[in-house]
């Protein structure tokens, strides 16, 4: 009788659970469809149509019914999506590259870390923010923004701070995805080379592949294989800075994140199980299709929570922080590329 009753409690305290969030969460997901139609129908990016579209709903998320859902959608259903990311991941695309060109893409993903955070400090940014640009710069825009912010210690201009980034990320990816194919038509890359240099430092995976396939199929399948090893560094990045946060003189307030993050867990779990063949090839793609609408419902959450005002008050410092990082990445994949004559 006991087991009983409780089995009906637990029952009704989680369709209590889902009744409340279902609000929310459906707003999100139709304002994700909305972005994702506008991006087949007229080429505009799906992740900046989400956001642009979340904020003009920012009232939904000010005391309504949609607050718990939106709330959920823009921390646990980002959490969901991140995690998936890795069943596109496996051993063989790391082997398929190279060490050199590895190599390449570890050092351009550590050293604009470490120069987005030594020149935030020279320019009066904060040391979280400069973490966020940069990390979201030199690995893979918004869906690294989202997952850094997520082990990242809160304070009231978290969300401000994760839009802005989201947003110029965005704008930059779009601008490189236009400039970069005629940068390395000019400098005379072949179609390998061209897909290398895209892959490795276009921030976000679709206009990666929207840049390399304008240049060639060739370009195209290259740039997103080294986007996709540039998404597998991920994990072990948002581990460290995750590490960083714990150690002595880290973070200085008690809001602390976990070590190692559930949702890293479930990356490393998928990619783990990805290289090993255990992933069908159905699976794997239903699984891509998966994170993509939980990252793109998750942004527009994110922009729903988020006021525009408070986004512009980050000043001109965080507008040169991000496009600083993004020239400094760009430099140092074509002095790796041109001067060391590195492709895959």
Same mark, same amino acid.
């Given at each position: ?11 009704? &305290? +989680? ?6 969030? *279902? ?7 139709? /304002? ?6 506008? %991006?087949?129908?007229?080429? #505009? ?13 920012? *009232?939904?998320? @000010? ?9 959920f ?17 496996? #051993?063989?695309? =790391?082997?398929a ?11 351009? +993903? ?36 989202? #997952? ?13 701070? =994760?839009? *802005? ?5 965005? /704008? =930059?990816?779009? +601008? %490189? ?6 940068l ?5 890359f072949? @179609? ?9 430092? /276009? &921030? ?6 929207? %840049? ?16 996709l ?14 590490l960083?946060?714990?150690?002595p003189?880290?973070?200085? @307030? ?9 949702? /890293? ?12 063949g255990l ?8 699984? #891509? ?11 527009a ?5 988020? @006021? ?23 430099? =140092? ?9 590195i492709?895959?």
């Amino acid at each position: 009788m006991a087991r009983d009753w409780l089995s009906t409690a637990s029952g009704r &305290h +989680v369709a209590g659970r889902a009744a409340n969030l *279902f609000p929310g969460v459906m707003i999100a997901l139709t /304002v994700a469809l909305a972005a994702q139609f506008v %991006a087949e129908h007229h080429g #505009a990016p799906a992740m900046l149509m989400a956001l642009l579209f979340g904020i003009a709903l920012n *009232f939904l998320s @000010d005391s309504t019914t949609a607050t718990p859902g939106i709330g959920f959608a823009a921390r646990t259903v980002l959490r969901i999506g991140v995690a998936i990311l890795g069943a596109r991941i496996s #051993a063989e695309m =790391l082997m398929a590259l190279g060490w050199e060109m590895i190599g390449l893409l570890l050092t351009g +993903v550590i050293t604009t870390i470490l120069f987005g955070v030594a020149l935030a400090r020279l320019i009066g940014q904060g040391p979280r923010f400069a973490i966020l640009t940069a990390g979201a710069v030199a690995i893979c825009g918004a869906s690294a923004a989202m #997952a850094i912010a997520a082990v990242l210690p809160k304070d009231e201009r978290s969300e401000r701070n =994760l839009l *802005f980034t989201v947003l110029g990320v965005t /704008v =930059l990816s779009t +601008v %490189a995805m236009i400039l970069y194919p005629v940068l390395t038509q000019v400098l005379g890359f072949d @179609d390998v080379t061209a897909g290398a240099f895209i892959g490795a430092t /276009v &921030h976000d995976v679709a206009q990666v592949v929207g %840049a390399g396939f304008s240049i060639s199929e060739q370009a195209g399948e290259t740039s997103t294989l080294v986007k996709l090893i540039r998404v597998s560094l991920l994990a072990p990045v948002v581990v460290l800075i995750a590490l960083w946060w714990q150690a002595p003189g880290g973070a200085q @307030d008690d809001a602390r994140p976990p070590i190692v993050p559930p949702f /890293v867990i479930g990356f490393l779990a998928l990619a783990t199980l990805n290289s090993l063949g255990l992933i069908p090839p159905a699976a794997r793609a239903v699984l #891509a299709q998966v994170s993509s609408w939980a990252l793109l419902t998750a942004i527009a959450a994110v922009g729903m929570k988020t @006021d525009l005002r408070s986004m512009f008050r980050v000043g001109g410092g965080a507008i040169a922080l991000i496009v600083a990082e993004t020239v400094f990445l760009a430099a =140092l994949v074509l002095g790796g590329i041109s001067i060391l004559g590195i492709a895959p």
